[in-house]
């Protein structure tokens, strides 16, 4: 925990830090969120061939970042970790020239059914 999914249209693959962005989203949770150990942090990228907005077929690009965390954060934290996230997109995303760049961030809160492990080799 935190489990985190960032959706991105596949043309921002050459100017996407995703690197750079999860490692900046992790610190941010640490500093944010309380009881959120740096390496309990976990990110995943996955790209997508087809996005559409609105009416347009072409031309647009999006990014959505899901956070999920174990329940009881505040609607203040939560909208605060959103707005983060959102400016760190900013930071890390280079807008594909021609292309109109949507990106958005929610917070849920992890099920109760939540389990996890790491195991070393």
Same mark, same amino acid.
């Given at each position: 925990?935190?489990?985190?999914?960032?959706?991105? =249209?596949?043309?921002?693959?050459?100017?996407?830090?995703?690197? *750079?962005? #999860?490692? /900046?989203? %992790?610190?941010?949770? @640490?500093?944010?969120?309380?009881?959120?150990?740096?390496?309990?942090?976990? =990110?995943?990228?996955?790209?997508?061939?087809?996005?559409?907005? *609105?009416? #347009?077929? /072409?031309? %647009?690009?999006?990014? @959505?970042?899901?956070?999920?965390?174990?329940?009881?954060?505040?609607?203040?934290?939560?909208?605060?970790?959103?707005?983060?996230?959102?400016?760190?997109?900013?930071?890390?995303?280079?807008?594909?020239?021609?292309?109109?760049?949507?990106?958005?961030?929610?917070?849920?809160?992890?099920?109760?059914?939540?389990?996890?492990?790491?195991?070393?080799?």
């Amino acid at each position: 925990m935190p489990q985190i999914t960032v959706d991105y =249209s596949e043309p921002l693959a050459d100017s996407f830090d995703r690197r *750079g962005f #999860a490692l /900046a989203l %992790h610190t941010l949770l @640490h500093e944010t969120v309380e009881n959120v150990p740096l390496d309990t942090c976990k =990110s995943r990228f996955v790209p997508t061939d087809h996005t559409v907005v *609105g009416a #347009a077929t /072409a031309d %647009h690009d999006v990014v @959505h970042v899901l956070i999920g965390l174990l329940p009881g954060r505040s609607a203040e934290v939560k909208a605060r970790v959103s707005d983060a996230a959102l400016e760190l997109v900013r930071e890390h995303v280079k807008p594909v020239a021609g292309r109109t760049l949507h990106a958005s961030a929610e917070i849920r809160e992890l099920d109760a059914s939540y389990r996890k492990f790491a195991q070393e080799a």
